[in-house]
């Protein structure tokens, strides 16, 4: 099961710091990623942080994004700065492991999300 939360109101240019409190005894083996989703467009793969911590972050968030994961909290989180209009969405996190292409793959279930709002 996953928890995310720390989604709010924030104005352009602002910061937020989202979490992601995992379930399970086996997350420290899991990639975990972070998408974000408008209404009427698909889910999009925000950032993912392997096992082993190597980061990969979409264009549009590289050098604004920062994401991160605490395995004694089973917890992951994204450090989003400098944020604008276009980063409001639902945020969701996942749980899964690399493909052969060293693409993210989900294979958790989905939990609520939390919402990002970047208005002013």
């Known amino acids: 099961q996953l928890v995310e939360s720390g989604g709010g109101l924030v104005q352009p240019g602002g910061s937020l710091r989202l979490s992601c409190a995992a379930s399970g005894s086996i997350f420290s083996a899991y990639a975990m990623a972070w998408y974000r989703q408008t209404p009427g467009r698909q889910r999009e793969l925000v950032a993912f942080?392997?096992?082993?911590?190597?980061?990969n972050y979409a264009d549009s968030v590289k050098g604004r994004f920062t994401i991160s994961r605490d395995n004694a909290k089973k917890s992951v989180f994204l450090q989003m700065n400098n944020l604008t209009p276009e980063d409001t969405a639902v945020y969701y996190c996942?749980?899964?492991?690399?493909?052969?292409?060293?693409?993210?793959?989900?294979?958790?279930?989905w939990g609520r999300g939390t919402q990002v709002t970047v208005s002013s």
């Open positions: 996942n749980a899964g492991q690399l493909g052969s292409s060293n693409e993210f793959v989900p294979s958790g279930s």
């Open positions: 942080i392997t096992h082993r911590s190597v980061t």
